[in-house]
């Protein structure tokens, strides 16, 4: 086990000159001590590999029974010339029709339950993310003046955001609801939730019909996810009275599951179409930035004010077969991580009320140990899923030798104590990790060895429009669509973490090479990308 002092970094940080105080006029430095991701290579727990490789049994019998029966076939047929073949079968017919006529009705009736049985595959027709009008676009100098002049934060509490967000690899071009830049007003009402909904849902699926030219009432499914805000009637209530959809919908409102419920959102569409043929599924992810905006003076709280940002997406999936040639993806896998049974791992994003009986959303100093750990954990059983044979042989040979011998190994090399981790850029050419923060993403990059290309989609995700919650993944698919970097066959891994405490995977593989979209929130600036952040 790693000590105690592992899981530290420092950083000294230069806090500019003093203009007040004894020290006025003096460049003043701090040190910044942060904890760090849980070092993958010292603990990788062998159940969820063995989870991992049960998920890929289960799935994949057929491909090794298939081979097999082919072979012994094979075999058998080899020895027989093509007139010896032809002579066999025809005699066998003649004298034996009825055992003839049952072999073949028990291969047809094989497979039909097979292809009957076996489930469809989950298409991705389009997608489309919200981008909101100019008017409320705000630089962070110009968050802070708003902060500042609602007199509700005291001179700590705004060195403090200043500090947060100088340092979030947040830009100048975010977007915030009027009523926060108002600041005088009450931002977290029904009334100003509701218009925050209506704003970001209606636009993003307006932006999807309009692409995909599907009626709302051809929609069979409908997912929606909101951590914060959960109305009554709900969001989806909302949805379906807005667009007159059918009144036989299966409609889903997925409330308080954090940053990572648009993957679990995705999960639930697709267990839906499995189960009703011939559909579509709209999944909707969002998150309501004023209704959570805090104004109180808990440090912990205010971190959320410094990173969300507005945002929303709406992704059309379909389990039409039709649908194949003209959709952009197929979805592969999905793997769900929940860490909820452990207190730490619960509490570490907790929304309740400071000591002034101010609502907001408590962030855990212990986040970054906490998120760490259920990465690894998704990945860990994600891995025999989607990595090349010589990789995964690697990897558990070096795991089952660690857990056997490695208490009698204390005088061998390094790389036997370790186990070996995966290169995970052999099995995706896209990653999408959720933009959460600068401090995550780097953490991130240096355990999994991603390289700046890798990441570039999420920083300037972050960059460009901050933390937009469940939908960020999706705002740095659409940053790799307007690049047109979306190949056929590449794969893309969509990975998010929240609340609970979860983490999410799910990857899906390009049907056809993804040209540049219509619509797009990155279409006017994209040529400014990638850009360094000031």
Same mark, same amino acid.
């Given at each position: 086990?790693?000590?105690?002092?592992?899981?530290?970094?420092?950083?000294?940080?230069?806090?500019?000159?003093?203009? @007040?105080?004894?020290?006025?006029? @003096?460049?003043?430095?701090?040190?910044?001590?942060?904890?760090?991701?849980?070092?993958?290579?010292? !603990?990788?727990?062998?159940? +969820?590999?063995?989870?991992?490789?049960?998920?890929l049994i289960n799935h994949g019998i057929y491909l090794l029974t298939i081979p097999v029966l082919l072979v012994v076939f094979s075999a058998e047929v080899g020895s027989l010339s093509k007139e010896d073949l032809w002579k066999k079968l025809w005699e066998d017919a003649r004298y034996d029709l009825a055992t003839v006529l049952a072999s073949f009705g028990v291969f047809v009736f094989t497979l039909s339950v097979y292809f009957m049985s076996r489930p469809r595959p989950i298409y991705l027709i389009d997608f489309a993310c919200f981008k909101p009008d100019d008017e409320l676009k705000v630089s962070r100098e110009e968050l802070m003046e708003v902060a500042r002049? !609602?007199?509700?934060?005291?001179?700590?509490?705004?060195?403090?955001? $200043?500090? &947060?967000?100088?340092?979030s690899g947040i830009g100048d071009e975010t977007y915030i609801p009027k009523p926060v830049m108002a600041s005088s007003e009450n931002t977290a009402t029904m009334k100003e939730g509701r218009a925050e909904a209506s704003m970001? &849902?209606?636009g993003a699926l307006d932006e999807l019909f309009?692409?995909?030219?599907?009626? =709302?009432?051809?929609?069979?499914?409908?997912?929606?996810?909101?951590?914060?805000?959960?109305?009554?009637?709900?969001?989806? *209530? #909302?949805?379906?009275?807005? +667009?007159? #959809?059918?009144?036989?919908?299966?409609?889903?409102?997925?409330?308080? #599951?954090?940053? !990572?419920?648009?993957?679990?959102?995705?999960?639930?569409?697709?267990?839906?179409l499995q189960a009703n043929p011939n559909n579509y599924a709209v999944?909707? @992810?969002?998150? &309501?930035?004023?209704?959570?905006? +805090?104004?109180?003076?808990?440090r912990s &709280?205010?971190?959320?004010?410094?990173?969300?940002? #507005?945002?929303?997406? *709406?992704?059309?999936?379909?389990?039409?077969?039709?649908?194949y040639s003209r959709a952009k993806y197929r979805l592969e896998h999905i793997v769900r991580t929940h860490k909820g049974a452990d207190d730490r791992s619960f509490r570490c994003v907790y929304q309740e009320e400071d000591e002034q009986k101010l609502k907001g959303l408590k962030i855990s100093k212990d986040l970054i140990e906490i998120g760490g750990d259920a990465l690894k954990t998704n990945i860990t059983t994600l891995g025999p899923l989607v990595l090349p044979f010589s990789e995964q042989l690697l990897f558990f040979g070096t795991l089952v030798w660690r857990h056997l011998f490695g208490s009698k190994t204390d005088g061998s090399s390094p790389s036997m104590k370790k186990p070996y981790i995966p290169d995970y850029k052999l099995a995706f050419e896209h990653f999408c990790v959720h933009a959460a923060s600068k401090t995550i993403l780097d953490e991130l990059q240096r355990n999994l060895e991603l390289s700046d290309k890798n990441m570039e989609a999420s920083r300037m995700t972050l960059q460009r429009f901050g933390n937009t919650s469940s939908?960020?993944?999706?705002?740095?698919?659409?940053?790799?669509? *307007? $690049?047109? @970097?979306?190949?056929r066959g590449d794969r893309v891994w969509q990975l998010a973490f929240g609340s609970g405490f979860k983490c999410n995977s799910v990857v899906w593989r390009a049907m056809r090479r993804v040209t540049k979209p219509s619509r797009n =929130?990155?279409?006017?600036?994209?040529?400014?990308? =990638? *850009?360094?952040l000031n």
């Open positions: 086990m790693a000590s105690e002092r592992d899981l530290f970094s420092a950083e000294i940080v230069n806090r500019g000159i003093e203009s @007040s105080g004894p020290n006025a006029g @003096s460049l003043t430095f701090s040190v910044r001590v942060r904890r760090r991701l849980p070092d993958f290579l010292q !603990s990788v727990n062998l159940k +969820y590999v063995k989870l991992g490789y049960h998920y002049k !609602s007199g509700k934060f005291d001179e700590e509490s705004l060195h403090f955001q $200043k500090r &947060m967000l100088m340092s970001v &849902m209606f309009e692409k995909t030219r599907v009626r =709302p009432k051809d929609v069979g499914v409908l997912v929606v996810n909101c951590s914060i805000f959960n109305p009554t009637p709900s969001l989806s *209530a #909302m949805i379906i009275n807005h +667009y007159k #959809m059918r009144g036989n919908i299966l409609s889903y409102n997925l409330g308080g #599951m954090g940053c !990572s419920a648009g993957v679990i959102a995705v999960d639930l569409a697709k267990d839906i999944v909707v @992810s969002t998150e &309501m930035v004023g209704y959570n905006w +805090y104004q109180g003076k808990d &709280m205010l971190i959320p004010n410094c990173f969300f940002r #507005m945002g929303c997406s *709406a992704v059309l999936l379909s389990n039409r077969r039709r649908d939908s960020s993944i999706w705002y740095e698919l659409a940053y790799m669509e *307007a $690049k047109e @970097s979306v190949r =929130p990155w279409l006017d600036c994209i040529n400014r990308y =990638p *850009a360094t």
